[in-house]
Each structure stands twice: as C-alpha cells, then as structure tokens.
C-alpha cells in the first residue's frame, strides 16, 4: 500500500519535487479511503485536520458567495492534491469539497503533515504549490473582474483540458457556468459558437479542443458575442 501513495505522492506537484526518503516516510504515514458520487470531503467554514490527494475519480471544489450563489473555482483531477491551506494556518476551510466522479483519495493529518515541515524539501515544496495557488487565484480575479464571459469560457475550457490528441474537458455546461459566474443558457450558446468557428468539437457530452491557438486568442479578446 505504501508503495502505491509512493507512486501517487511522485506524480502529485505539491510533493512532486521531494527527496526519495521524504516520499517514503510521507508514504507510509498516509491512507487512502473509497469516495462516493456527492460525498462531501469537507465545507467552507470546517476545521481542517487533513490534506487530501486525488487517486482516483474527480471532485469539485466550490464556494459560497454571501448572497448563496455556488461558484465552482476548481474541478480536482487525479493527482492533485488540496486542503492544504487551511491545513497550513490552521484556520476553517475556504471552500467546499463535494465528490464528482466515485474513486479514492490518499489522506494525510496535519500533525503528521506539520511535522513534516522540518526537512526543507517538504517546506520548499510548499512553498512553491502555495506561489502557484495565489497567482491562480490573482488570474481568476482578474478573469472575473475584466474578461466578457466569452473570454472566461474560453479560459476555463483551457485550464480544465486534460491531456490527449486533441485536449478533452469532461465538466458539465452547468459546472462550467459556475466555474465562469454565468448562465447555463449563454454557456450553451458561447459554445456553440466555438463549435461554429472550429474551436471545439463534441463526442456525446465530451468537449473536444480541436483549436487551442484559437481559443487562447479567445480569451485575451474583449468581444462577447
């Protein structure tokens, strides 16, 4: 079983970058644990006691704006890792954890995890996935503030592709109208739009990007239509 988060742990960014015998000890101080379609992991406001690393299936993550709008900032794909803020400083989580697609997830406590901060490749790591997570964060701000929804679709589709010839994104038209802050209605139709001009293409729900110049030419324009 160690040998599995091993395996895991290597291929996720935050602990990407650690020596062998830190991946090791990280290993064999971790546990996966089966994830159910809507179990909720954890909610916005709740005491973080753990960290959480995507084995299989996906998750979405999401916040709750203070006039009750769900907005969905991040869709977890197998290999990522998460709840590591709140983890670090100890404070309630900043957004909600609901599983997507059943699988499994690799767990880590924070004692063991804080203890962990000791070997200097551990805390370099982190510090490098926590520089990552607020330029993300500054990007999706300015996303939010500037970009007509045209624009935010485009760049969602971008950042949620997963590897292939041609790139695929699996998230619903609902999820990616949270992820954007629009309507479903207008999401469907900015796609179909895309689909028109030869930026993307369809197998059954699946979005196909079959035009990635493009649709990065698409989110820097300020055209909505």
């Keep these: 079983?160690?040998?599995?988060?091993?395996?895991?742990?290597?291929e996720t960014p935050l602990f990407a970058n650690l020596s062998p015998e830190a991946l090791t000890r990280l290993a064999a101080l971790s546990h996966f644990r089966a994830t159910k379609r809507g179990e909720v992991l954890f909610q916005q406001g709740d005491a973080s006691d753990r960290l959480y690393v995507m084995a299989r299936g996906t998750a979405t993550l999401s916040i709750l704006s203070e006039d009750g709008h769900e907005l969905i900032v991040h869709i977890l794909q197998p290999g990522t890792g998460f709840g590591e803020v709140a983890l670090l400083d100890g404070r309630s989580r900043t957004?909600?954890?609901?599983i997507r697609d059943p699988g499994e997830v690799l767990t880590l406590n924070r004692?063991?995890?804080l203890d962990l901060l000791d070997d200097p490749s551990v805390a370099r790591a982190v510090i490098d996935r926590l520089c990552v997570m607020l330029r993300l964060a500054t990007d999706k701000v300015e996303l939010l503030a500037h970009k007509p929804?045209?624009?935010?679709?485009?760049?969602?589709?971008l950042s949620e592709a997963t590897p292939g010839t041609p790139p695929k994104v699996?998230?619903?038209?609902?999820?990616?109208?949270?992820?954007?802050s629009g309507a479903r209605p207008r999401i469907n139709q900015i796609l179909k739009a895309f689909e028109d001009e030869g930026l993307i293409g369809k197998d059954g729900r699946t979005i196909l990007l079959r035009d990635r110049a493009g649709l990065e030419d698409a989110a820097q324009s300020q055209a909505d239509d």
């Design 149 to 157: 929804l045209r624009a935010r679709l485009a760049h969602v589709l």
């Design 1 to 10: 079983m160690s040998a599995r988060a091993e395996a895991l742990l290597k």
């Design 170 to 180: 699996t998230n619903t038209q609902q999820e990616l109208a949270y992820m954007c």
């Design 95 to 98: 957004a909600t954890c609901t």
């Design 111 to 113: 004692s063991v995890f």
